[in-house]
């Protein structure tokens, strides 16, 4: 053993030594690479100085400045901004607290917005074949506050600023007639929620403008259910059932928000029920459903032959809860169900409903506090709203 002493002093020598030879490897490097002098230096002071440059740079990151939603144009649409038209907003609706299980939701907005970095509204939608940006000013006017302590109030909310928005004349004009009831032409609203729940207010301002409408549901449940106390369960006599996010539906028929003689579809069903009275019911509420099963019965061009054939040549709301693709590409969410559609199979579905009239949709129960880190669900929401104003863009809301 060496004494202690000898052996410090050579760990001592043995750094410097290799220190003097990393210093000198530095330097060495550092040598080979010339400073820009004269004409060869770049300024960048002058690179960047004109105004166009700036301009452009600032409209085709995707993943810089504010985050809006595939970096639609930030607007205080309530606020200073009140005046500005355009032809579609993006709204967030936080809002989770009519939840059955998980709750987290409430950061859907953001979560999608995050999700649509690197997506960007005026990119070219390939299979699509449409750059949205041509066709529609769309906009992103952030989250409606929405309370936490009452649903009552909360839901309110959301109805009152998805009308004032819907209330507006739309930026642009097309030629025919337009399918408002009023014949002028209005904005479309894609909300992003949010639990299903938000639907129901949401659907009330569009039926006030359009009339009632034929809604394209994707979901893996049906959410029709009639509202009455869970089998069994305890319920304060007297007391109201308030509204939740597998009812919303009901209230939307007993409001006569839906088309009528069956025109709605759910699409992506394989929830258990609580018996087969709820298809029964399901089926009085106004729908007809096609089940995950059918992409492997019919495939996706028999889905979108389904939801053709269902819809008609009617005004379509799309509603779409992200737990109808499968949980293996879209965990994060409040009541996942396995067997589910693929990305591959909703975008081939989506650019099936080219031509269809869509009057507004959400895309509901992204609840990011759930998803990989990679953050495969909300890329995968945000890309599904990104294909959905592509329908928007293909098909103006005309007669
Ligand atoms: C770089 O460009 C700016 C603006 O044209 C000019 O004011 C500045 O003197 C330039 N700097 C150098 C080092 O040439
Ligand atoms: C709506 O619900 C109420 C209360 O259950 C009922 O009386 C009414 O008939 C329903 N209306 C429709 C159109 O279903
Ligand atoms: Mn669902």
């Given at each position: 053993m060496m004494p202690y002493s000898l052996s410090s002093f050579l760990s001592v020598f043995a750094f410097l030594l290799g220190y003097v030879t990393y210093a000198r490897g530095q330097q060495q490097y550092l040598g080979d690479v010339t400073a820009p002098q004269g004409n060869d230096a770049v300024n960048f002071t002058e690179l960047f100085s004109s105004e166009t440059t700036f301009r452009e740079t600032w409209k085709s990151?995707?993943?810089?400045?504010l985050v809006t939603f595939a970096g639609a144009i930030p607007q205080r649409c309530f606020g200073s901004d009140a005046e500005l038209l355009f032809d579609v907003a993006v709204l967030g609706a936080p809002f989770?607290?009519?939840?059955?299980?998980?709750?987290?939701?409430?950061?859907g907005p953001n979560g999608i917005r995050q999700g649509a970095r690197r997506l960007g509204v005026s990119r070219l939608n390939v299979p699509m074949k449409i750059r949205v940006s041509d066709h529609l000013n769309v906009v992103d006017c952030g989250d409606v506050p929405m309370v936490y302590i009452d649903n009552k109030v909360a839901l309110r909310q959301l109805e009152l600023a998805n009308i004032d928005l819907l209330s507006k004349r739309s930026l642009r004009t097309c030629e025919g007639q337009s399918l408002a009831k009023d014949g002028k032409f209005h904005p479309r609203v894609l909300t992003l929620g949010g639990d299903h729940t938000i639907t129901l207010p949401l659907l009330r301002g569009v039926a006030g403008v359009y009339g009632p409408v034929s809604v394209i549901h994707f979901d893996s449940h049906i959410d029709t259910w009639k509202p009455r106390p869970i089998e069994g369960s305890p319920w304060l006599p007297g007391e109201e059932m308030p509204v939740n996010h597998g009812s919303y539906f009901w209230y939307a028929h007993n409001e006569s928000l839906l088309a009528p003689d069956n025109a709605n579809i759910h699409v992506g069903i394989r929830g258990a029920l609580g018996g087969w009275e709820d298809y029964e019911n399901d089926y009085e509420v106004g729908f007809v459903i096609s089940h995950a099963d059918d992409l492997e019965e019919i495939g996706w061009r028999g889905v979108v032959e389904k939801i053709r054939k269902t819809v008609g040549d009617n005004p379509v709301y799309i509603s779409l809860d992200i737990d109808v693709i499968d949980p293996g590409m879209a965990p994060a969410t409040g009541t996942p169900e396995i067997g589910g559609i693929t990305t591959r199979e909703i975008k081939k579905i989506l650019q099936g409903l080219s031509g269809l009239k869509i009057v507004g949709a959400d895309i509901v129960e992204v609840a990011p506090g759930y998803d990989t880190q990679d953050e495969i669900t909300q890329i995968a929401a945000a890309n599904i709203g990104w294909d959905i104003l592509a329908l928007m863009a293909k098909a103006p809301a005309v007669v």
């Open positions: 990151d995707t993943w810089h400045g989770d607290t009519a939840t059955s299980y998980r709750p987290g939701a409430r950061f």
